[in-house]
Nanobody
Framework: QVQLQESGPGLVKPSQTLSLTCTISGGSITTGYYYWSWIRQPPGKGLEWMGAIAYDGSTYYSPPLKSHTSISRDTSKNQISLQLSSVTPEDTAVYYC???????????????WGQGTQVTVSS
């Protein structure tokens, strides 16, 4: 059973960098041709795909977020990470990591999700 767990600060100040980590257990991030994504849901809005890192380390980003988003991985810890720079209150959301067998932005195509972590951007 694959499990994903997000972690990181719950409060970030405007203009700072938001950093989150997703720890995966029950499966390796380097095998199985899977794509590991970050997805967020602002209050009262739908899910927004932010980007993904593939089993081979390739990265993919949502065009509107690409300029201030970075996704990386630590294979020794079986973790993926998200960095979102220059945050504003509009970046307040529940942030999820999730796994899919293909590169997709469609939530229904993800087979495993973390429980999500609330991040609030406020001074």
């Amino acid at each position: 059973q694959v499990q994903l767990q997000e972690s990181g600060p719950g409060l970030v100040k405007p203009s700072q960098t938001l950093s989150l980590t997703c720890t995966i257990s029950g499966g390796s991030i380097t095998t199985g041709y899977y794509y590991w994504s970050w997805i967020r849901q602002p209050p009262g809005k739908g899910l927004e795909w932010m980007g993904a890192i593939a089993y081979d380390g390739s990265t993919y980003y949502s065009p509107p977020l690409k300029s201030h988003t970075s996704i990386s991985r630590d294979t020794s810890k079986n973790q993926i990470s998200l960095q979102l720079s220059s945050v504003t209150p509009e970046d307040t959301a529940v942030y999820y990591c999730a796994r899919a067998p293909t590169l997709t932005t469609t939530p229904d195509e993800y087979d495993y999700w973390g429980q999500g972590t609330q991040v609030t951007v406020s001074s």
